[in-house]
């Protein structure tokens, strides 16, 4: 397959702090309400440290105005009551594979930072995701993925030979009374992806 050509392109990656639900249908918005009614975590929103490397370009259509990548995510957090009591000699944290994560919440009856790409077109493609939790409730999340996401502000009609911005908007799916992003230093990154010219961090 014949790689993209790219110029340089700049990558806005962009941490939406605001709730979500105003996105969700009607019925999505209700389970989430219900999911967050009775949250509240001691001492204010929880702060959920995000980052995203863009390991390769697979594809930009530039008449479907839309592009494809490869990428890695990272989060943390710390919510108690994912902690645990490790018994005699045993380890003070566990990983979790795949769906192992999420039935562990909800065996825990407990909400984590569930999130959406806002731009995105069509289903994200899990290649791995690994959750490590600590026995205290920090929860390092971690997923490699492919998805193709929208470029409505990439003007195409001199592409490839300038330079051009693609967004990759991150949604929260909580009220921000209970989770609220904030960039993981040092993370978000171009990775191996050749040709691009660099990655700048917003929240919004």
Same mark, same amino acid.
């Given at each position: 397959?014949?790689?993209?050509? +790219?110029?340089?392109?700049?990558?806005?990656?962009?941490?939406?702090?605001?709730?979500?639900?105003?996105?969700?249908?009607?019925?999505?918005?209700?389970?989430?309400?219900?999911?967050?009614?009775?949250?509240?975590?001691?001492? /204010?929103?929880?702060?959920?440290?995000?980052?995203?490397? +863009?390991?390769?370009?697979? #594809?930009?259509?530039?008449?479907?105005?839309?592009?494809?990548?490869?990428?890695?995510?990272?989060?943390?957090?710390?919510?108690?009551?994912?902690?645990?009591?490790?018994?005699?000699?045993?380890?003070?944290?566990?990983?979790?594979?795949?769906?192992?994560?999420?039935?562990? +919440?909800?065996? &825990?009856?407990?909400?984590? !930072?569930?999130?959406?790409?806002?731009?995105?077109?069509? &289903?994200?493609?899990?290649?791995?995701?690994?959750?490590?939790?600590?026995? #205290?409730?920090?929860?390092?999340?971690?997923?490699?993925?492919?998805?193709?996401?929208?470029?409505?502000?990439?003007?195409?009609? &001199?592409? !490839?030979?300038?330079?051009?911005?693609?967004?990759?908007?991150?949604?929260?799916?909580?009220?921000? &009374?209970?989770?609220?992003?904030?960039?993981?230093?040092?993370?978000?990154?171009? /990775? /191996?992806?050749?040709?691009?010219? /660099?990655?700048?961090?917003?929240?919004?």
């Amino acid at each position: 397959m014949e790689r993209p050509i +790219v110029h340089t392109v700049l990558f806005v990656l962009t941490f939406f702090l605001l709730s979500a639900l105003a996105r969700a249908s009607d019925e999505s918005s209700a389970q989430l309400q219900e999911v967050f009614k009775d949250y509240l975590p001691a001492g /204010g929103p929880v702060e959920v440290q995000i980052g995203l490397r +863009v390991e390769e370009i697979t #594809d930009i259509d530039q008449r479907a105005e839309h592009f494809s990548v490869v990428d890695t995510l990272q989060m943390r957090w710390q919510e108690p009551a994912l902690g645990f009591q490790p018994g005699p000699g045993g380890n003070p944290f566990r990983v979790y594979r795949g769906d192992d994560f999420f039935e562990y +919440v909800r065996h &825990k009856d407990t909400p984590w !930072p569930r999130f959406i790409f806002f731009n995105q077109q069509g &289903k994200r493609f899990s290649q791995d995701t690994v959750v490590l939790v600590t026995s #205290d409730g920090k929860a390092f999340y971690f997923e490699r993925f492919t998805a193709t996401l929208q470029a409505p502000y990439f003007h195409f009609s &001199k592409f !490839p030979f300038d330079s051009q911005e693609f967004y990759i908007d991150i949604d929260l799916l909580a009220p921000d &009374k209970a989770y609220v992003f904030s960039e993981l230093e040092g993370y978000s990154d171009l /990775g /191996g992806a050749a040709g691009i010219g /660099g990655m700048g961090c917003h929240a919004v």
